[in-house]
């Protein structure tokens, strides 16, 4: 077990390397470098933070000394100051990052909660009418534009019904509620994101579920669980179930950089202060310090997601260790 | 089962190339002029003049949605082939060459599946600018993922079989043997991912211009027009729902095609799932 783990982790050096080296290419894209293009279209950047940038990056040393240079303060997370209030921009993503990862999380449940029994549903009894109608939601799922769905949904619910909040995470007056009032006023802010953070990720681990469920419905071991006797529903929620699941941790793990970048979009319609606003508002401002912290801390995030979905897998079936590297 | 997907499919191909009429034939259909302002008639509720309502600085919202369908359109089909042609590129020297070359390929793969997309392309092009032209790019770009992990699987089995050896033992190259019997032979799967993606593409392009990134104002794109709308959600409905809805219902056209071709070209793969 230890020594998997430890093969795991050393494939996923060279990965690391790769997602620090293209977060370094993509800030130097910009024409004449970062410090020329933050000064240009941001006038609020003085001519200190310039040479302050310069210095920083060593913008006058060749790029691959660059690079090494900035991958030495990046391993001690390091990743220099905002320009725009001169923070050290790792407690700026710090800061943000408990609302993005609660609102995933969340969302994550819910897609799990509810798109694995549908996907089962949908496969036990295929093409029936249940099966149907939950076609119509994945393709509704997998076409709809997030952010629209959220502008209806705000129109609807906070606007004319006026049942919910519509942007940040407390109300004005949070500080003198008291603490069950408190936990219900944020609950009631992050309903709309958090439910539509699950919406299109739901439609995905439902359809997939479904073909997973397919397939183990057709192994033999259900058929000797069916031939020896055991109840239909003690086939399809014991046998069929556990391991039609097995195959859905691997591609939850897959989708947390979709989850990781939607909070982009509803972050910012929804006004919540979490990376995803944080992320928006820096790439508004040029602010390349955070640009790039956030680029990297979010693939290294997406990075251990995978990996924890990997070691869970092998977890649940033991086969894979064994296996060679898992592929 | 397979008579209903093949409705829908073909719904969806309808859908399509009525969209496709919509934005070829802009100029004549549109009422008014897309950048036209009219201040008598500021959000205007949908009429017999307007039948989409006007925005808020007087613009007619239909004649907008018809122009924006041409930016939208052809960002996505665009993207999706720069996308297309660098999967098959990456994926077919990664499957036929192996060993080192396709180790590098595989990781590189990973490297960029591991950035959150949206985060990805946002940051390109706070880069660059946002022209229509780097949107293009910057979506290609960062989605042959799929497609190079698609055609290099297809050519691992596909470099295997008597037909390939037959033309190796003739004395072809591998470049050759990979644009002629290779890639024809792993087309199927990849027009299928290239159909879907046509509309990932236009999703992302959409919220690209909604969040003010993408397409910029004055020139019209179904994403840019609902950044009007979430200004005046509450106050005109109509600014929102129009542009949101063609978005929607063209996606869910491009997803319904490509589904219809999944099951056109992987008879195995319907039968399972």
Redesign the interface.
């Known amino acids: 077990m230890t020594r998997y783990i430890v093969r795991h982790l050393a494939g996923l050096i060279?990965?690391f390397f790769?997602?620090t080296l293209?977060s370094f290419l993509?800030?130097h894209?910009?024409p004449g470098g970062p410090s020329d293009?933050s000064s240009s279209m941001n006038p609020k950047v003085s001519y200190e933070a310039r040479i302050r940038l310069d210095k920083l990056y060593g913008l006058d040393k060749p790029l691959i000394v660059q690079y090494k240079d900035w991958l030495v303060r990046v391993v001690r997370f390091d990743f220099g100051r905002s320009f725009i209030d001169d923070r050290p921009v790792f407690d700026k993503i710090i800061e943000k990052m408990p609302v993005t990862i609660f609102i995933n999380l969340s969302s994550l449940v819910i897609i799990l909660a509810v798109g694995i029994p549908i996907g089962a549903l949908s496969a036990v009894r295929r093409?029936g009418l249940f099966d149907r109608f939950s076609a119509v939601f994945v393709?509704?799922g997998?076409?709809?534009?997030?952010?629209?769905l959220a502008?209806?949904l705000?129109?609807v619910f906070g606007?004319?019904l006026h049942w919910l909040p519509i942007s940040g995470i407390k109300s004005i007056d949070f500080e003198y509620y008291s603490l069950p009032l408190k936990i219900l006023d944020v609950a009631r802010h992050l309903v709309l994101p958090v439910l539509l953070a699950s919406f299109g990720g739901l439609a995905g681990i439902s359809r997939y579920m479904?073909?997973s469920m397919?397939?183990v419905m057709r192994q033999e071991y259900i058929r000797t669980a069916r031939a020896k006797g055991l109840p239909e529903r003690k086939v399809i929620y014991v046998h069929a179930l556990k391991n039609a699941i097995l195959p859905v941790i691997t591609i939850l793990g897959?989708s947390?950089?979709?989850l990781?970048?939607?909070s982009?979009?509803f972050e910012?319609?929804f006004a919540i202060p979490g990376m995803g606003r944080l992320?928006?508002e820096s790439?508004?401002a040029?602010d390349y310090s955070v640009?790039?912290g956030?680029?990297s801390i979010?693939?290294?995030l997406?990075?251990a997601g995978?990996f924890i979905a990997d070691m869970a897998y092998s977890f649940a079936d033991p086969r894979i260790m064994s296996g060679g590297d898992g592929r | 089962?397979k008579m209903r997907v093949n409705k829908l499919a073909a719904a969806g191909t309808v859908f399509i190339a009525l969209i496709a009429v919509f934005a070829i034939f802009a100029p004549l259909i549109a009422s008014h002029d897309p950048a036209g302002m009219d201040t008598r008639s500021v959000l205007s509720p949908p009429s017999r003049e307007h039948i989409f309502g006007t925005d808020p600085l007087g613009r007619d919202v239909f004649s907008r949605v018809l122009y924006g369908s041409r930016i939208s359109l052809s960002i996505g089909i665009i993207a999706v082939g720069l996308s297309v042609l660098t999967g098959i590129f990456f994926g077919s020297i990664a499957g036929y060459y192996g060993g080192k070359i396709d180790y590098a390929i595989m990781?590189?793969v990973?490297?960029?599946?591991?950035?959150?997309?949206?985060?990805?392309i946002?940051?390109?092009?706070?880069?660059?600018e946002p022209s229509i032209y780097n949107i293009m790019a910057v979506i290609g770009l960062t989605s042959w993922m799929g497609v190079a992990r698609l055609v290099r699987s297809e050519i691992l089995t596909l470099k295997e079989r008597d037909f390939v050896a037959a033309s190796r033992i003739m004395g072809a190259g591998g470049s050759w043997i990979i644009i002629r019997h290779l890639i024809p032979n792993a087309i199927g799967p990849v027009l299928v991912n290239a159909t879907l993606g046509v509309?990932g593409a236009i999703?992302i392009e959409?919220?690209l211009s909604?969040?003010?990134?993408g397409v910029q104002p004055p020139t019209a794109s179904w994403g840019n027009i609902?950044m009007d709308?979430?200004a005046t959600?509450?106050v005109a409905?109509w600014v929102?729902?129009f542009p949101?809805a063609f978005?929607?219902?063209t996606?869910?056209a491009y997803?319904?095609l490509g589904?219809g071709l999944r099951d056109a070209f992987e008879p195995r793969l319907k039968d399972?799932?």
């Open positions: 060279p990965v790769g997602i293209i993509v800030m894209l910009a293009i093409n393709f509704a997998y076409s709809i534009p997030e952010f629209w502008l209806l705000m129109s606007i004319s479904r073909s397919s397939v897959l947390v950089p979709a990781i970048g939607g982009v979009i910012s319609i992320f928006y790439v508004m040029r640009i790039m956030i680029l979010g693939a290294i997406t990075l995978n | 089962m990781r590189l990973d490297i960029m599946l591991c950035f959150p997309t949206f985060f990805l946002l940051a390109v092009i706070a880069m660059l509309g999703l959409s919220a909604f969040l003010g990134i609902l709308g979430k959600l509450g409905w929102t729902v949101g978005i929607f219902f996606v869910l997803n319904l589904e399972r799932s």
